[in-house]
């Protein structure tokens, strides 16, 4: 039997789950469960006294036990490495990461084909601090060639492009550079074709926190980003990485989504403590689109472009806009507001139809 094939057009007008249905040969059959409500028609909220959104979203669950990773859990799942020295004392931090080809769930029913680090898309966030010296063992367990390409400071052979730390199936390579600059950063495969290397999952945070000493003149904010200390814990912090899915390959996305599931955080929406501020790494690694966006409802935050000052470059706003591969904090507080369930989403409706929106669940 021939698979239907369908584009993001398609999903919009005849509904998601109609062209997912299709595809399944269940002729686009779905029943809302308790949990969501369909993307075309339905009005069963996700939580009790939930608002609706149109009746786009994604009917039944993902089963994040046979993906190997929870979209909840990649929110705050910080790989720190295996914490050591040098022999003059410099801090090292050592990870392993292996290329795995491994299918994924990326809506309730909906599989995609991907190329994973440690298998699971994103790769895991990698966490270090200003002047660590990172230590990478990178194994490719993969189907083609792959690299890791780190958006930092580092010597010419440690650039993860072909030619320089490319891996070939079955081998492996360590990559070493210290940490620098601080800020919100990424990492992503280089190899070629690099669009197909990157909208097939091989990508993932790095963030590097800044060292307080190097920076009097705003300890107290390089203290508050310090992974651990006391300063830090007064925050509640989240990854998130925006991101979408060619399912057919035709270089057109038909699923929108951050950290991989679509409307994952609308069908379980992001826990917050409202007396607590919170800062969210954002990164952007979208294929296929020149811009994706965050807006944020009810709310306004202060933003820091690519987390490389400790003052704001952005005072204010609602809404941030990158293009792949840019990214930044935001910081922002619910304390002034009443308890409740706070939307974020895409600033394109197209891309929040079909899985880019979610809620945060203000709580006392």
């Known amino acids: 039997m021939k698979v239907p094939m369908f584009n993001r057009r398609g999903f919009l007008k005849t509904g998601f789950w109609s062209a997912v249905g299709s595809l399944l040969g269940i002729g686009g059959q779905a029943t809302a469960d308790s ?3 369909s993307m075309h028609g339905g009005d069963k909220p996700a939580l009790p006294g939930a608002p609706t959104s149109g009746g786009m979203m994604t009917v039944g669950k993902v089963d994040h036990a046979r993906n190997g990773f929870d979209p909840t859990a990649i929110l705050t799942d910080w790989e720190t490495g295996e914490i050591g020295r040098l022999p003059d004392g410099q801090p090292l931090r050592e990870y392993n990461i292996v290329a795995v080809d491994k299918e994924i769930e990326i809506a309730p029913g909906l599989f995609f084909p991907a190329w994973t680090y440690n298998g699971r898309v994103p790769g895991p966030s990698l966490r270090a ?5 990172i230590r990478i063992h990178f194994v490719n367990h993969g189907s083609h060639p792959h690299t ?3 958006h930092g400071i580092h010597a010419a052979r440690m650039d993860g492009v072909p030619g320089l730390g490319q891996v070939e199936p079955g081998e492996s390579f360590t990559y070493e550079f210290d940490a620098q600059p601080f800020g919100c950063h990424l990492y992503h495969c280089h190899s070629v074709p690099l669009k197909r290397h ?12 800044p060292d307080p000493s190097r920076h009097p003149d705003h300890g ?3 203290r508050s980003r310090l992974l651990g200390s006391e300063e830090n814990r007064r925050w509640q912090e989240f990854v998130m990485v925006m991101n979408g899915f060619d399912t057919n390959f035709d270089e057109e996305n038909e699923v929108y989504a951050v950290n991989t599931v679509a409307h994952a955080y609308a069908n379980h929406p992001i826990r917050i403590e409202r007396a607590k501020p919170v800062r969210l790494y954002l990164v952007n690694t979208t294929e296929f689109d020149p811009v994706n966006s965050l807006h944020l409802h009810a709310n306004f935050f202060d933003y820091y472009d690519h987390g490389t ?8 706003v609602d809404t941030i806009m990158q293009c792949q591969a840019q990214r930044g904090i935001l910081e922002f507080s619910f304390a002034d507001h009443e308890p409740g369930l706070y939307m974020f989403h895409a600033h394109q409706s197209e891309f929040v139809e079909l899985g880019w929106m979610g809620f945060f669940e203000v709580v006392e």
């Open 35 to 37: 949990e969501a409500y």
């Open 129 to 133: 601090v200003e002047g660590d010296r």
């Open 148 to 150: 890791m390409h780190f």
């Open 198 to 209: 990157i909208h097939k999952g091989l990508y993932g945070a790095f963030i590097v926190d």
């Open 220 to 222: 107290d904010a390089a």
């Open 309 to 316: 000052t400790l003052t704001p470059t952005l005072h204010t």
